[in-house]
C-alpha cells in the first residue's frame, strides 16, 4: 500500500508538484493523467526517492519511505520507463536477470524465474539468447516490464511505459496488460498522458494539472461527475469513446430488454466485456449473449445504444 500526504516539490521558484495527497490500495492500479507539466512524472519519481520531494510524506506499506536505505527500497520496487533502459551488451535472459543476481539469488532460481518471465510476456524462450537491438520496439517493451517484475516486488511503477510505441502495437499491448495474472496481483501507479490507455488500464485515475491533483476516481467518476470545469473539460472531447471504455456488458444488461431465448448463432461473451470491445464483434455479429447471474442476456446493436443512454442517465444522476 502507497499514501501520499501534501507531497510537495519546488524547484526555485517553481513549484512543480503542489500539496498532492493520495493512496493506493494493495493490488491497485492508479493512473497518473495529465498533460506534459502537470507533475505527474515528478510525483511518480518521488514515490521511488529518484526525486527527494522539499515537503510531504510518503508511506510504503506503512513505512516511512525517507527512513528506508535508498538501495533497498528502490530494489523493493519495480520501475518500468518508456525508452525500457535495457542494456544494449546484455543478452535479453541477463537483462531480465539483473536485479536477482544483485540481490544474490541462486543462479538456478534466476534461470526459473528467467524462463517464467519470458513465457508471461509471451516471447519464445529463443529469445533470451538475443540482444536488445534484435527485437521490436514492442517486444523490448515487454522485457522491461518482465525485468520490473524479476524480483518479484510488491510494488510497480510505470513512467509512460508505452509512449514510444506506434498505436498499433500500443493498443496491442494494453489488452495484453490486462490479461496477465502477475500484474493484477501488483500495486501499480502508472503515468501516462494517453485518457484512453488511462481509462483502459486504470481502476482509479488521477487527474493532474499545475502540479495540483485535480480529482482522483474511477474512470466512471471522472467521466459521469467531474469535480471541476477543468476535468470536464478535459475528458469532453472524448466522452463517447471514454464511455465504451468504461463501461462492460454487465454494467448495461440492467437496461437491456428480457428476451426469453436467444440465436443459436450468437456470439457469447464474459459480462466484463467492455463495450468498446463488443461493438466490435456485434459488427460481424447479429448478436451477443453474455451471463449474469445465471441467466442469459442477449444484446443487438439496434438495443445496444438505448440500453446506454439509459445506463448514463441513471450514472449521472
Not at 464474459?270 to 447471474?293: C, Y
Request: glycine share 6%; proline share 5%; aromatic share 6%.
Amino acid at each position: 500500500m502507497i499514501t501520499v500526504r501534501n507531497l510537495t516539490k519546488q524547484y526555485s521558484a517553481q513549484t512543480a508538484v503542489d500539496n498532492v495527497s493520495f493512496d493506493v490500495k494493495e493490488g491497485e492500479t492508479l493512473i497518473l493523467l495529465g498533460t506534459s507539466g502537470s507533475g505527474k512524472t515528478t510525483t511518480l519519481k518521488m514515490l521511488n526517492r529518484l526525486i527527494e520531494p522539499t515537503s510531504g510524506t510518503i508511506l510504503i506499506n506503512g513505512v516511512d519511505a525517507r527512513q528506508r536505505k535508498l538501495h533497498e527500497l528502490r530494489r523493493e520496487i519495480g520501475y518500468v520507463i518508456q525508452e525500457t533502459g535495457l542494456f544494449p551488451h546484455y543478452t535479453i535472459a541477463d537483462n531480465i536477470a539483473l536485479i536477482p543476481r544483485v540481490l544474490k539469488w541462486d543462479e538456478q532460481r534466476i534461470r526459473t524465474r528467467v524462463r517464467e518471465l519470458i513465457g508471461m510476456i509471451r516471447l519464445p524462450e529463443t529469445y533470451l539468447a538475443a540482444y536488445p537491438s534484435q527485437l521490436s520496439g514492442g517486444q523490448r517493451q515487454r522485457v522491461g516490464i518482465a525485468r520490473a517484475l524479476a524480483a518479484q516486488p510488491s510494488i510497480l511503477l510505470m513512467d509512460e511505459p508505452l509512449g514510444a510505441l506506434d498505436p498499433v502495437t500500443r493498443s496491442h499491448i494494453r489488452r495484453e496488460f490486462r490479461q496477465l495474472d502477475e500484474l493484477r496481483q501488483k500495486t501499480i501507479v502508472m503515468v501516462t498522458h494517453d485518457v484512453q490507455e488511462a481509462f483502459e488500464l486504470g481502476d482509479r485515475v488521477g487527474l493532474m494539472d499545475g502540479g495540483q491533483l485535480q480529482q482522483i476516481g474511477t474512470p466512471q467518476e471522472l467521466l459521469l461527475r467531474p469535480a471541476n470545469e477543468f476535468v470536464r473539460q478535459f475528458f469532453a472531447d472524448q466522452w463517447l469513446p471514454l464511455q465504451l471504455h468504461t463501461f462492460s456488458l454487465h454494467d448495461l444488461s440492467p437496461y437491456l430488454p428480457n428476451e426469453n431465448t436467444h440465436p443459436g448463432d450468437a456470439l457469447h461473451l464474459p459480462a466484463p466485456t467492455r463495450l468498446a470491445d463488443a461493438l466490435g464483434h456485434l459488427s460481424g455479429s447479429k448478436s451477443i449473449v453474455f451471463e449474469v447471474n445465471q441467466q442469459f442476456v442477449t444484446v443487438h446493436l439496434t438495443t445496444i445504444w438505448p440500453a446506454l443512454s439509459q445506463l448514463l442517465e441513471k450514472q449521472s444522476s
